[in-house]
């Protein structure tokens, strides 16, 4: 049985994730796969993403993946990066596609670049590319080890808005406070990539691959 399987589905940076969670378990069997059959029969899942909205829904039903990530984000320890965040909302208004629908509210788009300034009135870019802030907004043991405020790397133009808080893991501001961290569950889903986040985003790796849901939560 697979250890760790990364769901492929054609749009990612999946090689650096998977290099990364070699690294946090050298014993475990991590592989990238975009066989359903293989992401059901995993111990763990994780769901990494770069790219639009609407190509990631699309490709993931064209490969016959999208029960086998339901089944995974019910079941198993799931991990969902940038857009395996994003898709496990309702809707987004990147292409007004839906998403997977597992946790209530809607991806939105940053507003254009001229409306988007920092406290100092310097106008910032979008998309939001770069270092920031990551406030833990519960405890949760995937952030064991990991200082609050502890800097982590993100790119994106589009942010997750939860219907409630009860989701909501972590957040971070840009310029305004939004959600990038949610937790239910089996479930922990992040906008950042740790992949990139060198050894904060290694230790939120190591976590996960540590991680037992019934257990601790």
Not at 29 to 49: E, H
Not at 87 to 105: A, Q, R, Y
Not at 106 to 131: E, Y
Request: a neutral charge; proline letters at 6%.
């Amino acid at each position: 049985m697979t250890d760790i399987a990364i769901v492929d589905y054609g749009m990612g940076n999946l090689r650096s994730v998977s290099k990364a969670l070699e690294h946090v378990a050298p014993k475990a069997t991590v592989v990238i796969t975009s066989d359903p059959v293989v992401v059901r029969q995993a111990s763990r899942v994780v769901f990494p993403g770069q790219g639009a909205m609407p190509n990631c829904m699309h490709e993931m039903d064209s490969r016959g993946l999208r029960d086998a990530i339901m089944h995974a984000a019910a079941n198993k320890p799931f991990l969902g990066i940038c857009l395996g965040l994003q898709m496990l909302f309702e809707t987004s208004e990147e292409g007004n596609v839906k998403g997977l629908g597992i946790l209530p509210g809607k991806v939105r788009r940053f507003p254009t670049a001229s409306a988007m300034q920092n406290a100092d009135g310097q106008k910032l870019k979008v998309p939001h590319m770069g270092w920031n802030q990551v406030h833990q907004a519960i405890d949760h043991p995937l952030w064991h080890g990991i200082n609050n405020d502890a800097r982590f790397y993100f790119v994106h133009s589009y942010y997750v808005d939860a219907d409630n808080p009860e989701p909501v893991a972590g957040y971070s501001f840009y310029p305004f406070q939004f959600t990038c961290a949610v937790a239910r569950d089996n479930i922990f889903a992040i906008q950042f990539h740790p992949e990139k986040s060198h050894s904060a985003g290694l230790t939120l790796l190591g976590n996960f691959v540590q991680w037992e849901p019934t257990a601790t939560n």
